[in-house]
């Protein structure tokens, strides 16, 4: 039969308003951590990253906090605006020693209702 | 500087055939690592090409393969093609820095559908 595709949570936000995303990671020897934007029909587009050194970071309009003991990661996005629709994955890398595997969230679908 | 690219965009096939899928990097960038995306699994990592090499591999079965060449561009095949490997494939670039995980840049991705 057909696989069920996985249940994307959705949060749905007033533009202007503050969005906050979050995930929970798996493994506490990741040791660096991405936020990515897919729109429908397009690849992931990098948001903002973060190593486990540190436990927060701020870009354009973007923070991403990363809470270690409790394996979190949030992704606040300022004033959310209508070309912030989109599904949001975070993602945790699994080779701290080097190399590149990304472990991917199931996503979060975000919404701004005008 | 221009962008990941992938071709083709668009493929299908039939089962039991055998695809092959094209990456070019970003200029500079000398890791390409694979993705499969579908509804049911989500965004599962294939495998990283770095210098020619297989550097890490995920848990998907031989039939999925993959190359690297001199010029950092890669390929995957996938033969013996079966329903469920109709999905979204991702390529993905990064520049090697040495002794740390990079940023990824994903590229537009290949639908590949498969009858």
Known sequence: ?114 | KAGVTQTPRYLIKTRGQQVTLSCSPISGHRSVSWYQQTPGQGLQFLFEYFSETQRNKGNFPGRFSGRQFSNSRSEMNVSTLELGDSALYLCASSFVSGGEADTQYFGPGTRLTVL
């Not at chain 1, 029909?41 to 990363?66: E, H, W």
């Not at chain 1, 975070?90 to 701004?112: I, W």
């Open chain 1, 1 to 114: 039969g057909e696989s069920v595709g996985l249940h994307l949570p959705t949060l749905s936000v007033q533009e202007g308003d503050n969005s906050i995303i979050n995930c929970a990671y798996s493994n506490s020897a990741s040791d660096y951590f991405i936020w990515y934007k897919q729109e429908s029909g397009k690849g992931p587009q990098f948001i903002i990253d973060i190593r486990s050194n540190m436990d927060k970071r701020q870009g354009q309009r973007v923070t991403v906090l990363l809470n270690k003991t409790v394996k979190h990661l949030s992704l606040q996005i300022a004033a959310t605006q209508p070309g912030d629709s989109a599904v949001y994955f975070c993602a945790e890398n699994m080779y701290p020693g080097g190399g590149n595997k990304l472990t991917f969230g199931t996503g979060t679908q975000l919404k701004v209702e005008l």
